[in-house]
């Protein structure tokens, strides 16, 4: 993994650039810092219920960036061990636990997809569309797929930025800190999906 | 707020204002006040992008993924626990190995070869003692 998040004692990182706007989020009224003190003490109970908060939106992020569920359930697998073994070192105030949470988990997908490239595997090929209005839920399938596609064929740091703005609900500095970048950045990234996405699915109409 | 920031808010964050920076939403929604028509204008065209992009769901994740990392994570605290277990009786080890080790070193060195140091200049019958470590000198006192 190459950056390193931030949270963890002696380990600070760039969560904030100079000349951003400041969060609305406050670090200090974290709200997982109780339970990652329990897990510190190596309190099963305590792993087990933030596993319940949040391995569905770690495995969302990871399905989201992934599309392959066998590779989303190991991405998942692997940042709950991490915060399993790191939780003793944890210090509130540095950076907000959900925040470093996606960043470790956008670091792992962005393992996984190098070594995909690396091992020259294609991509799985797009299914194809079932017949339009067969019935309903087929083609709720079939519009849900055109923007799983629509949003796969964004450049990597746009659909990074859209997944964590969009599907994750990060506030735009947590997602500007769980990518390294200044919300500044961010804005433009989110702004060019955006446009990117109208054009290709404007005609999905409510 | 300027239209144009509305805007640039607008496409970044989507239509629901919401959804903005907490920092600016106040300043929006005054400006959405102020000109509704136009704010609504520069919603319009993001709100049907968003409810396009929350048709992508994807499932939660299996029951049983959560209960293999927490077996996963439980199994591993063991081995780490036991693997501390063993660095600890290995170093108790180590520390008394290596104390016996120094305090021969100190003995062989700080005990001259032959015999314990001379305190004393005389025998308990008066007699000088004899220059120590040398044994064989010992006969002549006697």
Same mark, same amino acid.
Request: charged letters at 25%.
């Given at each position: ?31 997982d ?10 309190e ?17 992020l ?16 692997e940042v ?31 393992d ?16 194809v ?9 087929l ?21 990074e ?7 994750q ?35 999905l109409?409510? | 707020?300027?239209p ?9 964050y989507?239509? !629901?204002?919401? =959804? @903005? ?5 106040? /300043?929006?929604? %005054?400006? *959405?006040? +102020?000109?509704? #028509? $136009? ?12 409810? !396009?992009?929350? =048709? @992508?769901?994807?499932p939660?994740?299996? /029951?049983a993924? %959560?209960? *293999?990392? +927490?077996?996963? #994570? $439980? ?9 501390r277990?063993?660095? !600890? ?14 305090g ?7 005990v001259?070869a ?16 004899p220059s ?11």
């Amino acid at each position: 993994m190459g950056r390193m998040p931030t949270g963890w004692a002696g380990r600070r990182g760039n969560q904030r650039k100079a000349g951003t706007r400041e969060d609305m989020t406050d670090p200090d009224g974290d709200p997982d810092a109780d339970l990652l003190a329990r897990i510190g003490m190596g309190e099963e109970a305590a792993f087990r219920t933030l596993m319940a908060h949040k391995l569905p939106r770690v495995h969302g992020l990871a399905l989201r960036l992934l599309r392959d569920s066998a590779l989303a359930d190991d991405v998942a697998q692997e940042v709950f061990l991490r915060v399993w073994r790191q939780a003793r070192a944890w210090r509130p105030g540095a950076a907000r636990f959900d925040t470093w949470l996606h960043r470790v988990a956008l670091n792992l997908c962005l393992d996984r997809l190098r070594r995909r490239r690396e091992v020259a595997v294609a991509e799985p090929p797009d299914q194809v569309d079932p017949a339009p209005g067969a019935d309903f839920m087929l083609a709720r399938d079939a519009e849900a797929r055109r923007v799983e596609r629509a949003v796969a064929a964004l450049p990597a740091r746009q659909r990074e930025a859209l997944v964590m703005q969009v599907y994750q609900g990060l506030s735009n500095i947590e997602a500007a800190a769980a990518l390294g970048i200044s919300v500044e950045a961010l804005e433009s990234l989110l702004a060019r999906a955006r446009r990117a996405l109208r054009q290709q699915l404007e005609d999905l109409r409510p | 707020m300027t239209p144009e920031r509305f805007a640039a808010l607008a496409a970044a964050y989507g239509g !629901a204002i919401d =959804r @903005w920076p907490a920092d600016e939403r106040d /300043a929006a929604r %005054a400006f *959405r006040e +102020a000109d509704p #028509a $136009a704010a609504d204008a520069i919603l319009a065209a993001e709100v049907v992008l968003d409810a !396009a992009l929350a =048709r @992508w769901a994807v499932p939660a994740p299996g /029951a049983a993924l %959560a209960g *293999r990392i +927490a077996r996963d #994570a $439980a199994r591993r605290r063991a081995v780490w626990r036991r693997g501390r277990l063993w660095l !600890a009786g290995l170093g108790l080890a180590g520390a008394l190995a290596s104390g016996g080790a120094i305090g021969a070193v100190l003995v062989a060195r700080l005990v001259p070869a032959g015999g314990a140091a001379c305190s004393q200049s005389l025998t308990v019958l008066g007699a000088p003692v004899p220059s120590c470590g040398n044994a064989a000198n010992w006969s002549d006192t006697l």
